[in-house]
């Protein structure tokens, strides 16, 4: 579809907009990081990178990264097993309720983060009767990341077909074997792509992660909203915010490249 000079023009300038609406907020932050204020003021009055060492010497800050790490790590390797096994018996196989399970397997991603938190301290603290902690953040974390593992490997599962595994089969191979040697090889890909979402997904986390937490953990971005008016610590909350954009970008770029790679490839 060719468009008018008039109409790329005016499609230039929206996508210009939008793209300033999303991304000079998140300048600010980054010129703010190295700003001598120790209020978030702007203009800044001068520049120094002193709070970039004070953050990086934060004991508060840094066992927070190490929390997120540790959440997103486990969450993500959790969404990895289900949501492939998910994924695989949704698509090579037929029962009742199929589409109800691949609905209900979908929906935490839709729903309200502050609707699952709430849902999720409830069924914690009210019937399984489990101190809120370490242990039931990592929980609530894997129930929507499953969903981006879920979507890259049935996504995967759907164009590859089945006949490779059906030639494995009739050859002689288990369905374990099948699965090592030609099924695996098909999604690693896809499972590499979903882990580096759910990860990123899980690190930057907050509204289900408040009500999921518990007095005694505090991840990243728990650290940040706690500290943002805190006084003298708004530069260094302005450094750990850069950090934190860093650690959910970097897997999310991946992912894309991973993504546009094997599409060239095909």
Excluded at 50 to 67: C, H, P, S, V, Y
Excluded at 108 to 114: E, F
Excluded at 218 to 231: A, D, G, H, V
């Amino acid at each position: 579809m060719r468009l008018s000079s008039t109409a790329r023009a005016a499609l230039g300038i929206v996508t210009a907009l939008v793209l300033a609406v999303i991304y000079l907020p998140l300048g600010v932050v980054f010129v703010n990081s190295f700003s001598t204020s120790t209020t978030l003021t702007w203009p800044p009055p001068g520049f120094t990178f002193e709070w970039w060492g004070r953050a990086f010497r934060n004991a508060g800050a840094l066992e927070a990264i190490g929390t997120s790490v540790q959440v997103a790590l486990a969450a993500t390797a959790i969404s990895l097993v289900l949501g492939t096994l998910v994924a695989l018996a949704l698509q090579r196989y037929k029962f009742f309720g199929r589409d109800a399970v691949s609905l209900l397997v979908i929906l935490p991603i839709a729903l309200p983060g502050i609707v699952t938190g709430i849902a999720l301290n409830n069924f914690f603290r009210t019937i399984l009767d489990v101190r809120l902690g370490l242990f039931t953040i990592i929980v609530a974390h894997a129930t929507f990341c499953i969903v981006t593992v879920f979507n890259n490997v049935i996504a995967r599962l759907r164009r590859t077909g089945t006949s490779l595994e059906e030639a494995s089969s009739d050859l002689g191979a288990g369905a374990w074997t099948t699965f090592r040697l030609v099924t695996f090889p098909q999604l690693r890909s896809a499972l590499l792509a979903g882990g580096l979402l759910a990860f990123a997904l899980s690190f930057d986390e907050i509204i289900v992660t408040t009500f999921t937490a518990g007095s005694g953990v505090t991840t990243l971005p728990i650290w940040i909203l706690e500290n943002l008016f805190r006084p003298n610590q708004a530069p260094i909350v302005n450094v750990i915010a850069v950090v934190l954009v860093a650690f959910s970008a970097v897997p999310i770029w991946f992912a894309q490249r991973l993504a546009g790679a094997e599409q060239t490839h095909r």
